[in-house]
């Protein structure tokens, strides 16, 4: 019964800022002491049906960087991950902090670095430079989600597999990549997330020439239009829990067909 009443408290929660955001959407004159809006305008979805096109292409554009940027962090970490995981060295723990230390440093802070460096070697202005940066920014949460994917899967199947003859990529794509799912779907969702909700890195390195749907959105966060702005929020919270749940999918039906359910 607790965990009854507990699960009503968090459903009740994250969905009463869905609701606000909703009828704001469609009430923008809704304000205090009014318990329900007294007048509905339907201006809002209006003006996002005939703006559709740019609202999709920085949308996908952010996707677009977004997965490149888990793909990128994935590749990045497992190597590091595997290291950490089975390997005792003098230092481990300092050099383990060393390489979660960015997910500790404000991104206005991490920026500043950033755009000196990006400016020198020329990726300013470009969807590769703002994928590296983002890539550089959220890498830790990939890192620690593998660590701890390669501790709960232990060493045991590796050397298994190793002992059978099995070489370097049959043990990666085969054995390792599979019993880490978990760990990568958890990892990806972070960085995805964090990705796609970045506004400021994306700005100062994308400079304006690379679209996101930050950069679209926030000019209506910042104006007194509180129903685009909450139209616009909506869709931006659409696109990760649509996501997420194609990823579930997908990988239920993968594991259901190699009877690991």
Not at 88 to 94: D, N, P, T, V
Not at 115 to 138: C, E, K, M
Not at 153 to 180: D, H, K, Q, S, T
């Amino acid at each position: 019964m607790r965990a009854y009443f507990t699960f009503v408290f968090i459903a009740v929660c994250s969905l009463l800022p869905l609701l606000v955001l909703i009828v704001y959407a469609v009430a923008p004159g809704w304000t205090f002491p009014e318990l329900v809006p007294s007048e509905l305008d339907w201006r809002a979805l209006q003006y996002a049906a005939s703006q559709w096109q740019p609202i999709l292409r920085h949308l996908s554009v952010s996707v677009l960087y977004s997965l490149a940027v888990v793909a990128l962090s994935l590749v990045l970490c497992l190597f590091p991950a595997h290291h950490f995981a089975y390997r005792r060295f003098r230092g481990k723990s300092m050099l383990e902090g060393v390489f979660l230390a960015p997910a500790l440093v404000p991104s206005m802070t991490f920026s500043m670095g950033a755009q000196y460096l990006f400016i020198r070697v020329g990726l300013t202005d470009t969807l590769f430079g703002v994928v590296l940066v983002l890539t550089a920014f959220s890498y830790p949460y990939m890192l620690r989600a593998l660590t701890a994917g390669y501790q709960a899967v232990g060493e045991e199947y590796e050397l298994c597999a190793r002992n059978l003859g099995a070489g370097f990529w049959m043990r990666l794509l085969r054995i390792e990549l599979p019993l880490l799912m978990p760990s990568v779907i958890a990892g990806g969702s972070v960085v995805f997330l964090v990705a796609f909700s970045e506004y400021f890195l994306v700005f100062l390195i994308g400079g304006g020439a690379v679209d996101s749907y930050t950069g679209y959105l926030f000019p209506y966060l910042a104006s007194s239009d509180r129903s685009m702005g909450s139209l616009l929020c909506l869709v931006f919270l659409a696109v990760p829990v649509l996501l997420f749940l194609l990823v579930e999918y997908g990988v239920s039906r993968m594991y259901r067909e190699r009877g690991m359910y």
